[in-house]
Every structure is written in structure tokens, then in C-alpha cells.
């Protein structure tokens, strides 16, 4: 049978002759990387994007203001709703749904990013029978618009200091929605600014004048009608962002604001009328769409890194600079050995990203069914795995795209690559869910902890088991033979393993010194985060390793063992200092991964357009004159120029108003 390679007629020669090098089927790639359910229904819905017009983009939104972004944006997402079943499979499946919002849409955000992402994933592990019945259904069938308000002005982090408070008003049955301070404000909130007129609020709860800690209440803050905001609301955008700008990020405050008791969210903790208490199964069950978030964040972070891969890679087997022989004329830039080096890991990366998103999805999805049952003992694994692997994919890949950018010269600071606008907003990735180092120590809480049921025999679990292993002493890596790799990944468990218990270790010495436990955690801190990030490294390459043995077809695998081979590579020499300080690594064992290196590199290359192709990125959803599947690039980039608002005159006013003036008097006294 023939291997599909995504020639179409009217394609760049050059990509064509690219294409036809490739080892392996497009399509199996593609459902290797998504689920074939899933590269299916992409496909399907893509083409049928296609064919509406009425959620094609009227202008590219960088020429827009914020206001026309936020209206463009409203306009499609209504389009997209009302066109729905015309176009996916399942409206329910959040992953099709995503799909279809990032063909149509893109990602600077809608008034139903964070109502489908946040207010609904709360209300379902949250909000009892009765609730569900009341806000969820309305929620799902856009009677109402939600977001999720926990982040105050002056506190994000630590959420114990949240200043909002819900006081029980025992004789109306009521609780009052109260903001004392200015760092009380409600700030970022998602479609808050302008859109949303509900919101789950995390409040503290105050029952005869005990504070029992923030809990999340539902409260109306517009009209339904009018959209005004109600009596005791203040409401407003918190204004321009780095990205993400077609988003009404907002602020919220409220003057003793009323709401009926029964708005508390109580599938678990309760208050009944006469302001009795009852304590959730977990006490961080409220933090469940916090969880949800962190746990879609994977995937949709190796996506963002996959498009920037792509338009790079494609970009470079267009753009020829420079000759790499003397008069044998200029070369495509993807020839030259750095722009491999700078791209291929960083494509591996999104590859791995993608495979680790599926991952804990599932392991999400168990967590939410045995939450269901009241049953939460998975709920810290959870926590402890999201939360190291938000940090340390979001942190790879904003650093990945960046070298995307910078793989495209001068045209990637354009934004017509595409690539500004995608790492703005992978980048709030780093902040938003929880602070990345922040998120570091919660995983390194788990890791010290797990340290100490060793020290037991015992284990906490599967991500963890490799802490019971002993260590070895030195690497096999090129002790054996040629192409084999198990050496590779037993030295990233080497590595995190080793990191985890040494700083254990030290904890315990200051520990033993007299030191409290919370001044040790302090000054071993960094090397605390450090071990988080080790950790989570091991995760990913045992991730790669665990799909590449999974994957039938031969041709397929072997094209990405290639890649998972280079990112063995790649990361052990990203963190290869950890491997010299105990010589489990030698010089000439570095001098063995780095060669290996470079020789897959070669391997890779003519695969390069192919494993990106693999993702299937339509051109509608990769906004970007960079990356066009055609390869036309540079008649596009001027007719993209030729759109820019500057140039809807030959000459601007400011030109009369100020600079006119100005070399008029220079030229007056010069004759003088
Ligand atoms: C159709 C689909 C469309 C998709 C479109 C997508 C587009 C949408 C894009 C949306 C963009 C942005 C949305 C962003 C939203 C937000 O940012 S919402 C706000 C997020 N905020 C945070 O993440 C705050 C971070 N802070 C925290 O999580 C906590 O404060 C912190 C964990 C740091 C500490 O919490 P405390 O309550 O103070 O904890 P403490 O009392 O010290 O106890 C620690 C203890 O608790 C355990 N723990 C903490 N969290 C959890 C949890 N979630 N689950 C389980 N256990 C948890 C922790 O491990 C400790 O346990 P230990 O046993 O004591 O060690
Ligand atoms: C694009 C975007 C969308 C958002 N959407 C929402 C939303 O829909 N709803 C919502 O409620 N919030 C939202 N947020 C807010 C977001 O969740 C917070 O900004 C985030 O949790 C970080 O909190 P912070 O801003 O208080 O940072 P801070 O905690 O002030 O962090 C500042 C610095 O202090 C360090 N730091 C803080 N605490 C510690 C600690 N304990 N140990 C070590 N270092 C520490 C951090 O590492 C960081 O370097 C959004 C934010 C962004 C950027």
C-alpha cells in the first residue's frame, strides 16, 4: 500500500521532493500521536471548518484592537456552538471540542475559555444532584456564561491568605459575599472582564465568626438581560496582556454581596441551615478543576510546541541561506547541523509532551470517577504528577519555541510566523494553575515523603517504585552494544534518584542539627525543585519509552525510536553535570551520547517534514505565513504586510502633525 505524505497539488516543489523522502505512513503518525479516533476526527472537522465560512477569521487578528478581538472571537464561538453537530462527533468530548476551538478560533482566548475549562469541570466534581441540576445543565447548554474567581489582587499562591469572605447569615439563610481590601479584588479571572455573568468564587467561610478556610460558592454577577453588573458587583477587564488578549481577563469585588446558603458547592463539605459544618473526604477536594486544568495543560503545551516545530522545520526546508560548499549555490537552512540541533529535540519534545497529555488524562479521569464514589487516595499522586509535569513542560516549552523563533531569523519576530502569539500564551502556562516553582515543591513534598516510606521498604506508589531500586555506580551507556538505549533511560533514573535522596538527606542532616523543618526546606529549596524537575524528566523519557514499545507498525516505530532516541540524547547532556558529579558518567561516555547525537540528527532529517506533517495542523489552525503546508511562504509574507493597518495610506497624519513641523523648523533655522 502506498505511505500517504500530504502532497497536494500546487505545493512547493521543494516540499514535495522532502515529502516524498519520508520512511513512514503521515496518517499512522498522526494517529500514533493523537489516538486514530481522534487524527480521524480531526481531519473530518478541519475540512468541514473549511467549508464554513462563517468561522473563518474576518481579518488575521493581528491587525486587530482588543475590542475587535474580543467581538471576533464572540462572534465565531457563537457560530461555532450553533454549528456544533453539523461538525464533531461527540460535543461532549472535550479533546474534539478543543480541536474544533483551535481550528476556528485559535488561542487568544473566547468568553467560553475558561466556562468549558474550569466553571463546569468545579460544578461536575463539586456541585451535589441538586446543584448539577440547577448550574451544570444551564452551563452546558449556554444558558450562562461561568469563570473561575480565586486569584485576588494581592494573592494567587498561597491560597490560605485569600481575603474574600462568605459569612453565613443564619437568620436569611444566606451567605454575604464580602471584599474587605483592595487585595481582596478578585483579579485574572478568565472572561471575567467583560463576558462571564457567573462565577465560581473561592471565598473563606465564615460560620459564627470561625473561619474555615476558603470553600467555592456560585454567584451571579450580571444580568442575564441587561448584562449589567447586579447590585454589590464591581466588574471590569484588568486590561492588555503579553497574549492571550481576545481574553477579558478581569477583576471582581464584592460590597456584602447576598447569596442563598444553598450556593456553596456541597458534593462534599456542607453547611446546613442551622450553620453546621461537615468537612469534605479530602481536604483538597475543592482544588479539583485546579487538578483538571494542570492535568489538559500537557497536551495542549506539546500541541503549542508542535505547531511552533512546524512552522520552523517547514520554514527551513523553504528558506536557502548561505552555501555549505563553495559554489555548490546556497543550501536549505534545515541542512546546517545547529538548525537540526536547535530543532529536532524540540520537536521530540512536543512529541513526548503529547504522549505524557494522554497519560495523565487518564489517570484524571480515574481520579474523577473515584471522587464520584467519595474514594481520593490517587488524588495526591495526581496532584503530585501534574504538578511537576505543568512545570517542567510548560517551562521546555516556551525555551523550545523560543529556538523556534529564533530558527526563522527576522521572520519569526514577525508575527505572521505565527510563533509570537503561541508562545505568549504557552508562556502564561508558567504562571497561571500555579506558579511553576511553586508547583516544583508541592511535587518535591511528595518526593521527600516518598523518600521516607522507603527508608520503610514500602512504596507510594508506581511513580515512585524506582526510589526502592539500588543504585549502580557507573553507566553502561556505550558499554553495550550499538543501539541499545536501555543504559540511557536507567541513567536518567540514576540522576533523579540519586538528587532525590541526596537532598533528603541533607534536609535531615540540618534537621538533626536543630534545625526546623521549615527553615531546612528553605535553604535546600533549589535543590528541592531541582529533584522535582529530575523527576518528572525521568517521567517523560519513561513515557517516550513506553509508547515506542507500544506502537505495532515497524516503519512508524522506527521513526520514533529515532526521535526518542535523540531526546535520550538531547536531555542527558541538558542535565549531564548531575551525571559527572558522582562519575556515573565519564568523559568519553559524553563523548559517546554527543556523537550518537549526531548521527541521529542526520537519521531524522529527511524524515523532518513528515514527522510534522504527522500532526496534521491545518493551515486555518496554525496562523502562520511561516508554516503554510504549501510552502509558499514569501508571496504570502507580503501580501501579509500589505494588510497591515499602517498601510491603508500612503501617508499617516502623524506625519503631518509631528514630523512635518518638526523638519520644517530644522530646515527654517538651517537657512538662517
Ligand atoms: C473544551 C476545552 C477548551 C480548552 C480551552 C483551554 C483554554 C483555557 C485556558 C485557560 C487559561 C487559564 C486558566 C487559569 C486558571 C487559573 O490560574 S485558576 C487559579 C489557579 N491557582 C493556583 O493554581 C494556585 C496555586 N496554589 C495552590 O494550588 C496551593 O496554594 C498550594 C498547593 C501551593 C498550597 O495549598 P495550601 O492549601 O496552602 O496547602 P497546604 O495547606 O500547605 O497543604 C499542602 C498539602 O495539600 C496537598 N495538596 C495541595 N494541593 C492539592 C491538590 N490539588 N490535590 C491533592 N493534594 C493537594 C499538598 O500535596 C500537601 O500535602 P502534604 O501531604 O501535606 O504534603
Ligand atoms: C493568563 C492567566 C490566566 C489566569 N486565569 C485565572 C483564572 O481564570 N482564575 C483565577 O482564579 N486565576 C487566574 N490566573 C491567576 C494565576 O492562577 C496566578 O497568577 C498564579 O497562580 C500565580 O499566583 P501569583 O500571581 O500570586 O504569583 P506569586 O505567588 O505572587 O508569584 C510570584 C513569585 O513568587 C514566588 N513564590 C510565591 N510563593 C512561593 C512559595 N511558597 N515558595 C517559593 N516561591 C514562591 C513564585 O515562584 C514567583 O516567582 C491567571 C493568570 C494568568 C497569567
Redesign the pocket.
Known amino acids: 500500500m502506498p505511505l500517504n505524505k500530504e502532497i497536494q497539488p500546487g505545493d512547493n516543489d521543494e516540499l514535495t521532493r522532502e515529502r516524498l523522502q519520508a520512511t513512514f505512513d503521515t496518517q499512522q503518525m498522526a494517529a500514533a500521536l493523537w489516538g486514530s479516533d481522534l487524527a480521524r476526527k480531526r481531519r473530518e472537522l478541519a475540512k468541514k471548518v473549511d467549508k464554513l465560512t462563517v468561522l473563518h477569521d474576518s481579518k488575521d487578528m493581528s491587525f486587530m484592537t482588543r475590542e475587535e478581538k474580543l467581538s471576533e472571537n464572540a462572534r465565531k464561538v457563537v457560530q461555532m456552538f450553533a454549528h456544533v453537530a453539523d461538525i464533531v462527533e461527540d460535543p461532549s468530548d472535550d479533546a474534539e471540542m478543543f480541536h474544533l476551538s483551535s481550528n476556528a478560533i485559535g488561542h487568544e482566548g473566547h468568553p467560553f475559555g ?1 466556562h468549558f475549562v ?1 466553571f463546569i469541570p468545579a460544578l461536575k466534581a463539586q456541585a451535589d444532584d441538586e446543584q448539577r441540576e440547577k448550574w451544570l445543565m444551564p452551563a452546558l447548554g449556554l444558558q450562562l456564561i461561568g ?5 485576588e489582587l494581592g ?4 491560597l490560605r491568605a485569600l481575603e474574600t469572605m462568605a459569612t453565613f447569615d443564619k437568620a436569611t439563610d444566606e451567605f454575604v459575599i464580602h471584599t474587605p481590601t483592595v487585595t481582596a479584588l ?1 483579579w ?3 472572561s471575567l472582564g467583560k463576558s462571564s455573568n457567573h462565577a465560581v468564587v473561592s471565598a473563606n467561610l465564615i460560620i459564627d465568626g470561625k473561619s474555615y478556610g476558603h470553600h467555592n460558592f456560585m454567584v451571579q454577577i450580571r444580568d442575564e438581560n441587561t448584562h449589567k453588573p447586579l447590585k454589590g458587583i464591581t466588574v471590569g477587564d484588568i486590561g492588555p ?1 503579553m497574549a ?1 488578549n481576545a481574553s477579558d ?1 478581569g477583576f471582581l469585588g464584592f460590597d456584602h454581596h447576598r447569596i442563598p446558603r444553598r450556593n456553596m458547592l456541597m458534593r462534599h463539605a456542607k453547611v446546613d441551615k442551622n450553620g453546621v459544618y461537615t468537612k469534605p473526604p479530602h481536604a483538597k477536594i475543592g482544588y479539583s478543576a485546579m487538578v483538571h486544568v494542570r492535568s489538559v495543560m500537557i497536551g495542549h503545551q506539546g500541541m503549542f510546541l508542535g505547531s511552533a516545530s512546524t512552522i520552523a522545520i517547514r520554514y527551513s526546508l523553504v528558506r536557502r541561506q548561505g552555501e555549505i560548499k563553495e559554489g555548490s549555490g546556497e543550501v536549505k537552512i534545515l541542512d546546517y547541523q545547529t538548525q537540526q540541533h536547535r530543532l529536532f529535540p524540540q520537536l521530540a519534545r512536543a512529541y513526548v509532551f503529547m504522549f505524557a497529555g494522554k497519560e495523565v488524562r487518564e489517570l484524571y479521569q480515574k481520579v474523577l470517577s473515584d471522587m464520584e464514589k467519595g474514594e481520593t487516595t490517587l488524588l495526591a499522586d495526581l496532584h503530585a504528577l501534574t504538578s511537576g509535569l505543568k512545570s517542567v513542560v510548560t517551562h521546555l516549552c516556551v525555551a523550545g519555541m523560543e529556538q523556534c523563533r529564533m530558527a526563522c531569523g527576522g521572520h519569526g519576530y514577525s508575527r505572521a510566523s505565527g510563533i509570537p502569539e503561541i508562545w505568549g500564551v504557552a508562556v ?1 502556562g508558567c ?5 511553576n ?2 508547583m516544583l ?1 508541592q511535587l518535591a513534598r511528595y518526593l521527600m515523603k516518598a523518600v521516607k516510606e522507603t527508608k520503610k521498604g514500602k512504596s507510594l506508589g508506581r511513580l515512585v517504585d524506582y526510589l526502592l531500586l539500588p543504585q549502580d555506580r557507573h553507566s553502561l551507556i556505550g558499554r553495550v552494544p550499538q543501539g541499545e538505549y536501555g543504559p540511557h533511560l536507567a541513567a536518567f533514573e540514576h540522576i533523579a534518584r540519586r538528587q532525590i535522596f541526596k537532598v533528603a538527606d541533607e534536609l535531615t542532616k540540618l534537621q538533626d542539627k536543630g534545625m526546623s523543618k521549615e527553615i531546612a526546606w528553605q535553604k535546600k ?1 533549589v535543590e528541592l525543585q531541582r529533584a522535582a524537575r529530575l523527576h518528572t524528566r525521568f517521567y517523560l523519557a519513561a513515557c517516550f519509552h513506553r509508547k515506542v514499545q507500544s506502537v505495532v507498525d515497524g516503519r512508524i516505530r522506527e521513526a520514533l525510536a529515532d526521535l526518542y532516541h535523540l531526546h535520550l540524547n538531547y536531555e542527558l547532556l541538558d542535565m549531564v553535570n548531575y551525571a559527572l558529579e558522582d562519575a556515573y558518567l565519564k568523559a568519553d561516555q559524553v563523548d559517546f551520547i554527543r556523537e550518537d547525537m549526531y548521527r541521529l540528527l542526520e537519521t531524522i532529517r529527511p524524515n523532518a517534514i513528515s514527522l510534522v506533517d504527522a500532526f496534521e495542523f491545518s493551515d486555518r489552525e496554525l496562523r502562520s505565513v511561516l508554516g503554510r503546508r504549501d510552502g509558499h511562504v514569501y508571496e504570502n509574507l507580503y501580501k501579509w504586510a500589505k494588510e497591515s493597518e499602517l498601510n491603508r495610506a500612503d501617508v499617516l497624519p502623524y506625519f503631518d502633525k509631528y514630523l512635518k513641523p518638526m523638519m520644517l523648523a530644522a530646515r527654517q533655522r538651517s537657512n538662517i
Open positions: 475558561v474550569m469563570t473561575y474567581a480565586q486569584t494573592h494567587g499562591t498561597n478578585k485574572w479571572p478568565g496582556k492571550y481577563n502564561g504562571t497561571y494553575e500555579g506558579e516553582m511553586v515543591l529549596a
